[in-house]
């Protein structure tokens, strides 16, 4: 069965970049949400096993979601990585400490991407 990866990003054009970096590589679904209170509707219906956010969002932002996501049991040790174009290291160590697993600056390399899927999902 393939795993899937819930992608929230408000940008349709850098949505549709991470989904075809993560289609290039074969064998993973993926799930998408324009904003961090979609991907809150999507992930009760939703088995997914890696989140991907941008912290600068409408409605609830990409830190918000980290946390909520923490806090809520269902969720608590499923992989989230942040991509983001904040890219100092304030914001890096506010979204790990958090709860973040990986922190991507915007524009990163499809193949960085691709690597930490890989570590995260197959080990």
Request: proline content about 4%.
């Amino acid at each position: 069965m393939n795993k899937k990866i819930l992608i929230a990003e408000d940008s349709l054009t850098m949505r549709s970049l991470i989904v075809s970096t993560i289609a290039a590589m074969g064998d993973y679904e993926t799930v998408e949400a324009a904003n961090g209170f979609e991907a809150l509707r999507i992930l009760p219906r939703e088995k997914v096993d890696l989140i991907i956010t941008d912290i600068n969002m409408p409605d609830i932002n990409g830190l918000e979601l980290v946390s909520f996501i923490r806090n809520n049991e269902n969720y608590r040790e499923t992989p989230l990585f942040i991509i983001s174009t904040e890219g100092s290291e304030r914001d890096r160590e506010k979204g790990m400490a958090l709860g973040a697993n990986a922190y991507l600056v915007k524009p990163f390399a499809p193949d960085q991407l691709q690597q930490l899927i890989r570590e995260y999902l197959e080990g």
